[in-house]
T-cell receptor, first 115, second 114 residues
Framework: AQSVSQHNHHVILSEAASLELGCNYS??????LFWYVQYPGQHLQLLLK??????LVKGIKGFEAEFIKSKFSFNLRKPSVQWSDTAEYFC?????????????FGQGTILTVHP | EPEVTQTPSHQVTQMGQEVILRCVPI?????FYWYRQILGQKVEFLVS????????KSEIFDDQFSVERPDGSNFTLKIRSTKLEDSAMYFC????????????FGDGTRLSIL
């Protein structure tokens, strides 16, 4: 069975700092990869997704992620964070083709951005 | 932007009682899902539903759980006889297609079993 791990439980940054959140998955086949964000009191929202093609994907609010197949990684990046990026971030993996859309989530990373 | 809506936002129930969590998926979506998140743990897949039947379910989704789409708009999760360990946040999600279509999540229902 596939699993997803996120390296950091809680990241604290100052505004304008650069962000990288790690995500690794274990599955040897083709995967669909997602990053979701949950702002305080809100639902999970899709930040970006990778299905195929260019391994560098851009999402909303200036976020991007790079799929490195050889490292089974899909790290999330943002060059300059804002206070409003304070939220919990979830990496999720779906198995292409064989699963009816089931997502496997990482444990989440809480990002706190100080103004 | 259309949203997935869940009711109630918080449900408190005595152990052993039945509980029904309700969801209204996005209207043109065909695939429906339930996930749960026990406090401090990962979001876990429970079940997926398509064409009025379960497509896939996890080991968590035992005989105490059932899902139903009673009409054209609602999607419900029923827990027949709740246990303390069922206390969690339950999320409903829907998508237009499977796999390569992103899932849209509701705000969740916090279920507290006493």
């Amino acid at each position: 069975a596939q699993s997803v791990s996120q390296h950091n439980h809680h990241v604290i940054l100052s505004e304008a700092a650069s962000l990288e959140l790690g995500c690794n998955y274990s599955y040897g086949g083709t995967v669909n990869l997602f990053w979701y964000v949950q702002y305080p009191g809100q639902h999970l929202q899709l930040l970006l997704k990778y299905f195929s093609g260019d391994p560098l994907v851009k999402g909303i609010k200036g976020f991007e992620a790079e799929f490195i197949k050889s490292k089974f990684s899909f790290n999330l990046r943002k060059p300059s964070v804002q206070w409003s990026d304070t939220a919990e971030y979830f990496c999720a993996v779906g198995i292409y083709g064989t699963s009816y859309g089931k997502l496997t989530f990482g444990q989440g990373t809480i990002l706190t951005v100080h103004p | 932007e259309p949203e997935v809506t869940q009711t109630p936002s918080h449900q408190v129930t005595q152990m052993g009682q039945e509980v029904i969590l309700r969801c209204v998926p996005i209207s043109n979506h065909l695939y429906f899902y339930w996930y749960r998140q026990i406090l401090g743990q990962k979001v876990e897949f429970l079940v997926s539903f398509y064409n009025n039947e379960i497509s896939e379910k996890s080991e968590i989704f035992d005989d105490q759980f059932s899902v139903e789409r009673p009409d054209g708009s609602n999607f419900t999760l029923k827990i027949r006889s709740t246990k303390l360990e069922d206390s969690a946040m339950y999320f409903c999600a829907s998508s237009e297609g499977q796999g390569d279509q992103p899932q849209h999540f509701g705000d969740g229902t916090r279920l507290s079993i006493l």
